[in-house]
């Protein structure tokens, strides 16, 4: 096709086209056009069952975190557990509010880096990403690692095992979205509402078991483990349960970062879902702490709560409690999911703003964030083998990332409801205001987040404090040095697109004058060809040889003066046996008598090996020569191939007339 | 200076030329000039010195390692290690024969792989390099484990480390030898007298007390270790303490390499020496062994025979017993030295012939054959931490590949006998007569090697049997692949100089056309200043953009509208996101329509980022496309580098005018 109006022609794929077959069509399934992408949108009920695995997933050890830190007080300190829940649903409770409000001020899509973004400026944008970052690098590494917990503690056999059944999950979760998720909402659901029905059923036999008497306690529970050494019940203790409780809460976020999904009216939609979905977990939550609390649950790496729960409850070894271990472990995979979501999502945001490197915002052959799927697997599984798959021993990482990225979106609500007071009153305000909606309720809202920021800032203070020493210091290092690679990424973009930029350019007249500077080591086919090519560039050729071998140069010389067409053959010799440095000290020398507008060139021959191996035969003198030249201006280095291949006449001189050897 | 006879030039570096400076320089000292190198001849004291580490050093580990066999049979098995150690010295005889015949037959030096070579053809010279570079590496492996064993007998808080004391050393003797051994041979002289004396101190001692009957046995000896499981005592048991004694024998083929470093008349001092070394070593073998037997010495991995034998002799912790270990300990390290003189020698012959990357014969900064010393460390030290440092634990792996090439010498030499015979009775052979130098006692001489040969061989039988499934299956395995790699590079270069042969090579002319084709991802500085390039190469540009986004295509169309100066501009579409596979077929296509003597080059503009991660937030889209070229035959691709520096001008642009921006 070619376009009239300009001096472009435009060369389409035939629409039978397919593209190129490799190991990755193997692997990864056939390439899926740009065209194939697809926008589905999804009710409530599905909604809840695509958005609430990862929140509800919680539930699977976040009562047992409370459990371990006040098992080091001893058996009684454990009743404590249940107060200490109801203070984190009443957190869960605030939370909620605030998202609400986020989901309707926000109806694209409001994460806490677009909030931060948008109403608090760069540094609190970057500070949020750094740590949703971190945070579902975290969550993917926790789930994965509890739902090995889960399978272990039905088939303790396969204990030893957890770190290599937890990172071989992770492959296949890895592996499923780089060939792209491309199934409906309602696969989702299948997991997500089996695990809520298993979870129904376990604490609703529970708690009639527990009516009528005949609950007991756990059978030959599991040897305590604690996290700390034995001490009195104190306030720093309970501050501490009191935390680790608090990653029931991760996962709350991700209704609102996802509301586009939503059929319409969304807002309303996900808003209602995102109630739902608190009110789900806050009674699950309760419950099982409440229930745990009564039989007795110890804390253990070896069988987990839930399973001691499910065992209590239907006895051990039955159907029922096979059947719930399943749901959890899916359930738990299914919240590990939700990160290979949500990270390649946000760190392409951050690429395509500059933040990150742009290859992150490349969609694969499979039309997924490859890049960003293939990081988060790299760092999950580190984190897993540093941790040995302890979710205790991540524990203190996490939540620190999602409560202050829970901070940061209601601060930056709080800012946005007073900018909208601000306006509604008359003021002026730097922001446009076509970008704030007017609400009446604006001191309320305001309020309600700003309170909602307060208290999980609060309980990040708490989790920094008591679990300073435990692993929390990390994260304080490591989202700081994020902070400052992504500010580094964005210089580096930025003052790329400055030296780019055509806003002064001038285009000079051609370069009348075309140097050619032509090293070579020996005189033959390849050298020739070289110089062939070299030729027809300029008139000005000059051929450079490094002398390291006197008899080698002999040979040159002698060679030269037989084939080299008249060229000029310069010598450098070099005692130290040097062959770079005497190269480029040469072509410096050349460019720095360079006229304006001349033009150097310096043109390498290269052998093509056939196989791979026989490069490591080769010196690679091109590949040192292209890597010591590309930092010198004005410098073009060209690469002129010699391909070795042993079948098929040898090129360009297949149509030679196998003259006798030229005397000149 | 101007050659008048030809068009060339020789630029010489000035006298007072010192090469650049670098982190080498601190580590490896300041660079050598070629003309640095430096011939010293030597006498037959010092060549004892300078030669006999090798041979001598294996006493330190030799009858421990017929104990470890005999051992299996209880204590009173150890008896057998005397008569053991007269017939591995009656083969060292033999071998000593052998060897003073080639000395005198090759006085410019003849390790096994001339001789086999010159006798024996191509394949037995293959096997002799390949068996020689195993037992180089070995030799070093072993000598720096018996060398950390030593020390960790006087200080067994040591032995934990050991690994990490022989992989320690092993780099502090590559580093020594990578800044060049340019210390006189005097100074080698004294290590190996010290050691000389010392043992002379013990032995002589020893003697004396057993004697006079005060020689008692070792106080609190070491756990004894065996490497077989209880048997009785059996030709199989006799024959394997055998096998491993001829360990003592390794490294007397040391002086045969070396003789060009011999003072004249340089063969018959060589020959002297020779002899010397296997007297001193077989006397001080053979006393090591009756005293070890007499003080009832085990064979341990915690303390060596040595360290048993000279606390019995002089008393524990006493200076003398100190003086003795630090003397073996240094011994054992100077015979790894020998390795690191005589793998990297080899391997730059096997280089120069062609078997080996022709890196291999480059010599470094300092005049060494940097790449072999580091390639023979890098498998040495592998060998130290799979082993674990363990002598007994490599010496089943030794000794076979020292056999092998004792053998094969030794049968070259025979051959070669028998040849000097058929020509002395006036036959024709093949080999030119000048080669040969007559000799009237070929006969019994070729008889004398002849036996030689004969008993290597059924050694290095024995060896493989006793030793095959302790790990000389390994070597078995190992050489053949070695010999077929060295075919396979060989064959590699032998192709190669047959394809860059001049003859018949003609000259077509010049290319007429230039076709220049140039992949673009946006219009901005870079790009304009590679299609500036671009155009003094040839009038026939084609800028070439892939797209794969939409809005990106839109907005190149758009600026090259403005910017491209009239150059057609080709849209490549690629619904799968693909960017070099549309690239390559458009170009493969462009490819196959040129006209003969047509020379299609791709510009490929590059930026050059100021720090090496910066490269990271790139692409590197040149880099890719140059390797995927690469193999396309008649395609030439250029790369003009955009250095994004900050400090200084824009490169090209300094000159200009800043001009208003163009509107075309």
């Not at 933040?355 to 490349?362: H, N, T, V």
């Amino acid at each position: 096709m070619i376009d009239e109006e300009s001096r472009t022609t435009v060369l389409r794929r035939p629409a039978t086209y397919q593209p190129p077959r490799s190991w990755r069509t193997w692997l990864l399934g056939r390439p899926l056009a740009t065209a194939d992408a697809e926008d589905e949108t999804i009710g409530k009920k599905v909604g809840l069952a695509v958005f609430a695995s990862d929140a509800l997933s919680s539930t699977a050890y976040a009562t047992q975190e409370i459990l371990v830190v006040l098992g080091a007080a001893g058996m009684a300190a454990l009743t404590f557990a249940f107060p200490i829940s109801i203070a984190i649903v009443a957190l869960l409770a605030i939370v909620t509010i605030s998202y609400e409000q986020i989901i309707h001020a926000y109806p694209n899509g409001g994460g806490a880096y677009i909030v931060s973004r948008d109403n608090l400026g760069e540094l609190a944008a970057q500070t949020a990403g750094a740590s949703l970052l971190a945070d579902y690098i975290l969550t993917a590494a926790v789930s994965i690692s509890s739902s090995v917990a889960q399978i272990s503690s039905a088939f303790p056999s396969l204990f030893p095992y957890r770190v290599a059944i937890a990172v071989g999950l992770l492959l296949l979760v890895m592996m499923i979205n780089l060939r792209g998720v491309r199934e409906s909402g309602t696969t989702f659901a299948i997991p997500t509402y089996f695990f809520l029905a298993m979870m129904v059923l376990t604490i609703g036999l529970g708690f009639i078991r527990y009516v009528a008497g005949s609950l007991g306690t756990v059978p030959n529970p599991p040897p305590m483990e604690t996290v700390e050494t034995a001490q009195a019940i104190g306030l720093f203790l309970i501050l501490h349960a009191f935390a680790n409780g608090t990653t029931a809460l991760t996962g709350v976020e991700a209704i609102s970062n996802g509301i586009t999904a939503f059929k319409e009216p969304r807002s309303r939609n996900a808003g209602i879902t995102l109630i739902w979905m608190s009110l789900i977990l806050g009674v699950v939550f309760l419950s099982v702490t409440f229930l745990s609390v009564q039989i007795g649950a110890v804390p253990s790496e070896s069988e987990t709560v839930i399973s001691q729960l499910a065992r209590t409850v239907f006895g051990s070894q039955g159907i029922l409690y096979l059947a719930m271990i399943a749901a959890t472990t899916i359930i738990l995979i299914m919240a590990t999911n939700t990160s290979f979501n949500g990270f390649p999502r946000l760190s392409a945001l951050l690429a395509i703003d500059g933040f990150l490197p742009r290859q992150l915002a490349f969609r694969g052959s499979r039309l997924v964030y490859s890049w960003g799927i293939m990081a988060l697997t790299l760092i999950a599984v580190l984190l897993i083998v540093v941790f040995q798959a302890s979710v205790t021993g991540l524990i203190p990482l996490y939540a620190i990332g999602v409560f202050l990225s829970f901070t940061l979106s209601q601060v930056g609500m709080s800012r946005r409801w007073w900018k909208i007071g601000r306006l509604a009153e008359g003021e002026e305000i730097k922001q446009p205001a076509s970008t704030l909606r007017h609400d009446a309720r604006w001191r309320l809202k305001m309020v309600a987040n700003g309170f909602g920021g307060l208290c999980t800032a609060v309980v990040m203070l708490i989790f920094i404090v008591t679990k300073f020493t435990e692993g929390a210091w990390v994260v304080l290092v490591l989202i700081p040095l994020i902070v400052l690679l992504l500010r580094a990424i964005h210089h580096h973009y930025h003052d790329l697109a400055k030296r780019l930029s055509l806003a002064s350019f001038d285009m000079a007249p051609r370069s009348p004058r075309h140097r050619v500077i032509m090293p070579l080591s020996g005189v033959h086919r390849g050298t020739l060809l070289a110089l062939r090519y070299a030729r027809t560039l300029s008139n000005d050729v000059t051929a450079v040889h490094v002398s390291i071998e006197p008899e080698q140069t002999e040979k040159v010389r002698q060679k030269w003066d037989v084939w080299g067409e008249g060229v000029r053959l310069v010598i450098l010799d070099s005692p130290y046996r040097l062959l770079i440095e005497p190269l480029m000290d040469y072509i410096a020398e050349v460019a720095k008598g360079r006229q304006p507008n001349e033009t150097i060139t310096v043109v390498v021959p290269e052998f093509v090996t056939r196989h791979a191996w026989e490069n490591l035969l080769h010196t690679q003198t091109a590949l040192t020569l292209r890597f010591a030249f590309r930092t010198m201006p004005g410098v073009v280095i060209t690469t002129v191939p010699y391909q070795l291949e042993e079948d098929g006449p040898l090129p360009d001189t297949a149509t030679s007339n196998n003259k006798q050897e030229a005397k000149s």
